[in-house]
């Protein structure tokens, strides 16, 4: 029998996993590079029927710098439609063919990431982070994030600080 070797993607799925288990601040940008590269290989290899959605509307970039610096403030998709001078059905309907997701879902994604690298490098409570992400009740905050990661927001924090404490003696 010939070895096949592994193709690119399966390497950067094992330098992934490997570079996850050191849990530090520079493992979590290593691996959000490798899995950029892994889909951006996906993307150019079956995008071969409609080529074009390679190219998102301008109106659609604005809108996702607009949610990206201000979703700590409240934001609808009549103001971000108006950013992009779009009707909202329209902004929606784009929106979710481009991002994959409707534009409140991206934004509450957003929150929710920013608030898993405070969990991870700040000291504040969690009432303290739901509020600074832009959640205006913190049992929407803490059950959002349990939908999203499986785990409340004290568990997750709890989780990382626990695994930063038996990082191996050769990790920096």
């Not at 996906?42 to 659609?60: H, Q, R, V």
């Not at 309907?93 to 929710?112: A, C, H, S």
Request: overall charge neutral.
């Amino acid at each position: 029998m010939i070895a096949v070797p592994p193709s690119a993607s399966i390497i950067s799925l094992r330098r992934i996993l490997s570079i996850t288990q050191r849990k530090d601040i520079h493992s979590e940008i290593l691996s959000s590079c490798l899995i950029t590269d892994i889909l951006t290989r996906i993307l150019i290899e079956n995008d071969t029927e409609n080529l074009s959605l390679g190219f998102m509307p301008a109106y659609l970039k604005t809108v996702l710098k607009e949610i990206d610096q201000h979703f700590q403030e409240p934001l609808s998709l009549e103001s971000l439609a108006i950013t992009a001078g779009v009707s909202k059905y329209h902004l929606a309907r784009e929106f979710k063919k481009y991002i994959g997701m409707p534009p409140n879902e991206y934004l509450i994604v957003t929150r929710l990431n920013h608030s898993k690298t405070l969990l991870k490098y700040e000291d504040l409570t969690i009432e303290e982070i739901a509020y600074s992400c832009g959640f205006h009740q913190v049992s929407h905050y803490i059950n959002l994030f349990k939908k999203h990661e499986g785990c409340t927001p004290l568990k997750f924090r709890r989780e990382w600080h626990s695994n930063e404490a038996i990082k191996p003696p050769n990790a920096q």
